[in-house]
Nanobody, 126 residues
């Protein structure tokens, strides 16, 4: 089992930046495929970004491609989401998620992940 704790959320103006962190504990972090999701009020949880265990590949939703960057530091048991050029429509609770092993497909589906953090609020004002 792995525990995930997100941090770094907050209030920012449109065009600004935030860096989210997700610290993992409990098992070998490098064994886990990691994803970021978000959920706005009244909407379903949606995929944002994901990264393979060795950082060899990253994946992004079209809505954030070119603005967000996912990375991980396996030595620090942490995955990051750098968010630049933020827009009001990026406002949501952001969650990190972990899946033991690899994901070659279906990484956009919340049900494919085994563990979730509690979420961190990101609010972008216009």
């Amino acid at each position: 089992q792995v525990q995930l704790v997100e941090s770094g959320g907050g209030l920012v103006q449109a065009g600004g930046s935030l860096r989210l962190s997700c610290a993992a504990s409990g098992r070998t972090f490098s064994d886990y495929f990691m994803g970021w999701f978000r959920q706005a009020p009244g909407k379903e949880r949606e995929f944002v970004a994901a990264i393979r265990r060795s950082s060899s590949s990253t994946y992004y939703a079209d809505s954030v491609k070119g603005r967000f960057t996912v990375s991980r530091d396996n030595a620090k048991n942490t995955v990051y989401l750098q968010m630049d050029s933020l827009k009001p429509e990026d406002t949501a609770v952001y969650y990190c998620a972990a899946r033991y092993g690899s994901l070659t497909s279906g990484y956009t589906v919340p049900g494919r992940y085994n563990y979730w953090g509690q979420g961190t609020q990101v609010t972008v004002s216009s």
